[in-house]
């Protein structure tokens, strides 16, 4: 499985858009740590998730 992101990278997850834009934490294996705005954090088994990278997002 090819991931990407790295550490740092914005993401959202298009099946819970309401979990707002996350921060990507760390990623080990096939499981991405990401801070999400409206919903905290959350390990995302990228296999079962496809997590959408957000380019030049503004913070």
Same mark, same amino acid.
């Given at each position: 499985?090819?991931?990407?992101?790295?550490?740092?990278?914005? %993401?959202?997850?298009?099946? $819970?858009?309401?979990?707002?834009?996350?921060?990507?934490?760390?990623?080990?294996? $096939?499981? %991405?740590?990401? $801070?999400?705005?409206?919903?905290?954090?959350?390990?995302?088994?990228?296999?079962? %998730?496809?997590?959408?990278?957000?380019? $030049?997002?503004?913070?």
């Amino acid at each position: 499985m090819l991931i990407d992101f790295e550490p740092g990278d914005y %993401v959202k997850n298009p099946t $819970n858009l309401d979990w707002g834009t996350g921060q990507v934490q760390s990623i080990i294996g $096939n499981k %991405v740590t990401v $801070n999400f705005e409206h919903f905290g954090k959350r390990v995302i088994n990228v296999e079962i %998730v496809k997590l959408e990278k957000i380019e $030049n997002e503004k913070r």
